[in-house]
């Protein structure tokens, strides 16, 4: 079973203030759990239920803690409804400064709330080997457990980074694009380079104003239709997917 000393540390690790105190998160779910086990990402502890722990024996021996548990603890203590496999108590990794390397792509977050987002944006990351994301300060925390749930273990691959972005953006070489509302569009770009950053603004307001005299190009995703606009996620996924397209033939 799970103690309730540890029942009420994992509790507490859904709130920021707690998992910047303790230094911990928690990861849960089968498939997510078994990534982080296998990552060598330093596990606390694991709770698992008699099923989990069978069919997965090597497990227990990658946390330095493992209790079997039911699946009705795991979803007390857990965000999930339904979780009939594991929840993995996980130390915060510890990143250098960012510092810029030619040749890559980065995208830079503005003041993205939403987790969902957040994990969606760390997937498409993933996904065209992008390796790092530049995020405001305010930012939601990327060790939110809907930002870890979403982002499908791509968390373990991509380097978040918590930073004045003011401070960054006036110093970088490479060129600076601003996803916008109005400008050039991603379908037609012309690149001189192979890498640059892509800044996505807040969901409701786009970037912020301290950032405009920064962004080096505007950009946008064409509408056809008549939508308002597009979810943050979604037009990550539409540039980069065209960023990496055209800086191929660079």
């Not at 540890?6 to 690790?13: E, N």
Request: hydrophobic share 45%; glycine share 8%; with cysteine.
């Amino acid at each position: 079973m799970i103690s309730q000393k540890w029942a009420k540390l994992i509790k507490s690790l859904h709130l920021k203030k707690f998992r910047k105190a303790e230094q911990l998160f928690f990861v849960e779910g089968e498939k997510a759990v078994l990534e982080v086990l296998a990552s060598g990402w330093p596990v606390k502890a694991l709770f698992g239920t008699a099923d989990f722990l069978d069919r997965h024996p090597d497990a227990a021996i990658a946390a330095e803690l493992a209790h079997p548990c039911t699946a009705s603890e795991l979803e007390q203590v857990g965000t999930f409804t339904s979780n009939n496999a594991a929840i993995a108590v996980v130390e915060l990794p510890h990143y250098a400064p960012f510092a810029e390397q030619d040749g890559d792509w980065v995208l830079v977050l503005d003041q993205i709330n939403d987790p969902g987002n957040l994990g969606t944006i760390i997937r498409i990351a993933d996904w065209y080997g992008i390796g790092h994301i530049l995020c405001s300060t305010d930012t939601v925390d990327a060790f939110n457990p809907k930002v870890i749930a979403s982002a499908k273990g791509s968390f373990l691959r991509v380097k978040l980074h918590y930073q004045p972005l003011p401070d960054i953006l006036s110093k970088v070489r490479q060129p600076v694009f601003g996803a916008y509302l109005g400008g050039e569009s991603v379908h037609q770009l012309q690149l001189s380079s192979s890498g640059g950053f892509i800044v996505l603004g807040n969901e409701a307001n786009g970037i912020s104003s301290e950032l405009e005299p920064m962004i080096s190009r505007r950009i946008t995703i064409p509408a056809v239709g008549d939508a308002e606009s597009l979810n943050v996620g979604i037009a990550c996924a539409v540039i980069v997917d065209n960023m990496r397209r055209l800086s191929q033939t660079v």
